[in-house]
């Protein structure tokens, strides 16, 4: 043993006391790893049993025992799960999450409301991107891409049944030549199906996205934490309740491979204004 460590130092030119000297430092390293693991885990289990759920046991982080190892491919964990693999054919046969539309928030009513002046003036202009072009030219930084080049990847069954569901609909290209999509479904995995997307051109041409600020996770446990009681809600096709007029429509339509002019009459996942409408309208409750 003691010949062949003498042939390995001498063919690589390193010296034993470099050896024992990294070896040192790689051992120090591992050190602090576990014991900023050890800590950082018994802090996060601390937090959670502030609001329930959590615990405060000292076992050795997840992530430390997957050290070293490959992690599987997308399609093997596909595999793993039991669920179709969303590069092949047959994943996009699973069928859309499509709920029908079944009733819409009527906006006048929100502004009825009571609420702060400053959350009215914010709620006000949020929801004009349901009724107002002006509010679309407004935000307008140039013309951006022609509708022609739209690049609608749903097949024509699917968008027959966004159509049947009451959230696109099948119309005349508007006379502004504006507009222009991208559409296409987002695959599932672990509730085998896929969610349609609507990502209008208008979305590229934006001077001011609008922009959503929540608490933090550690300010709402904190909260959380003060009462005996929280909920949480999830409103079911929230989107889908938010009518659009059909002269904001023709803003975020897009021809389809068919030639055919597609837009939404509900507010689309995808279009960048969605989220700060949505969370308008919940806020002014």
């Known amino acids: 043993m003691d010949f062949l460590r003498s042939c390995f130092f001498a063919a690589t030119g390193v010296s034993a006391r470099v050896v024992s000297r990294v070896a040192g430092a790689v051992a120090l390293v591992v050190v602090t790893v576990f014991a900023a693991a050890k800590a950082l885990h018994l802090d996060v289990g601390t937090g959670l049993e502030i609001v329930g759920g959590g615990h405060g046991d000292t076992r050795e982080p997840r992530f430390l025992k997957a050290l070293g190892k490959d992690a599987p491919s997308y399609t093997e964990f596909a595999r793993m799960g039991g669920a179709a693999d969303p590069h092949t054919r047959r994943s996009q046969k699973l069928p859309l999450h499509i709920k029908n539309v079944m009733v819409c928030i009527d906006r006048t009513k929100v502004l009825t409301l009571s609420m702060p002046n400053k959350l009215r003036g914010y709620v006000e202009d949020q ?24 690049n609608i990847r749903l097949s024509p069954k699917d968008c027959d049944e966004l159509v049947r569901a009451g959230k696109l609909k099948y119309a005349y290209p508007p006379e502004h030549g504006l507009g222009g999509a991208r559409a296409f479904s987002v695959v599932e995995i672990e509730k085998s199906r896929r969610r349609p997307i609507w990502e209008p051109f208008y979305n590229d041409c934006m001077r001011r996205v609008p922009t959503v600020h ?13 009462y005996k009681y929280s909920a949480q809600f999830d409103f079911a096709s929230y989107y889908d309740q938010l009518a659009m007029n059909p002269e904001v429509q023709a803003y ?34």
């Open 214 to 226: 929540f608490r933090t996770l550690g300010d709402r446990r904190r909260i959380i934490a003060k």
């Open 127 to 150: 929801l004009r991107w349901l009724h107002d072009p002006t509010r679309y030219d407004e935000e307008r930084t140039y013309i951006g891409r022609h509708p022609q080049t739209s």
């Open 252 to 285: 975020l339509g897009g021809f389809t491979k068919n030639g055919h002019w597609l837009q939404p009459q509900t507010l689309p996942m995808g279009f960048r204004a969605s989220c700060a409408v949505a969370q308008a309208i919940t806020w002014a409750h």
